[in-house]
């Protein structure tokens, strides 16, 4: 599991970009390549998505766009194409916004998000992303336990429940230790 890329960008496609860290190009599906240059350094959230049949890199310009892009993937009958589809076409607060506000109609004009799927997004995730509070209240080592908690298929509350009352001074191997002890009990 990834966490960030942080290197030179050395191509951009249409749907991805390249990321070459130490001579290892990394190829990573991100939902808006040209926000980032071409052979200038850059850093590069990583949600890595591993399936029985692929395994890929989607990559994101800031922390918010990957926690939403991982929200959107616990939504029953959303991918990863209709996530990246939202994050390619939407403004990651306008997003929030209109889940918050019940809006069915402007999550319905994303690319192979329709009605149902629009109204399953709201009922799922309406009232339970909020970056400011979560920005503030974590600090980064904890932040990537959750990430890994939830990369490893783990529920939100259990999540929730491992890393409450986690001292984020620790380094991260170990505070994943630590929560998973807490998740087996």
Known sequence: MYSYLNGK???????KITVDVNNVG???????????????????YIHHYVREDAIHLYGFISVEAKRLFIKLLSVKGIGPKSAIAILAFGN?????????????????KFPGIGPKA?????????????FTEEARSLSTNIREVEEALSSLGYKSKDIKRAVKGLDGSKETNILLKEALGQIVK
Do not use: C, H, R
Request: no cysteine; aromatic share 8%.
């Open 9 to 15: 960008i050395t191509e951009i496609k249409a749907n």
């Open 26 to 44: 990394f190829e990573v599906i991100t939902p808006n390549p040209f926000d980032f240059k071409k052979d200038e350094q850059s850093m590069v």
């Open 92 to 108: 990651v607060n306008d997003v929030v916004s209109a889940i918050d506000a019940s809006d069915a109609k402007f999550l319905s």
């Open 118 to 130: 629009s109204q399953q997004i709201i009922l799922d995730l309406k009232g339970k992303i909020d």
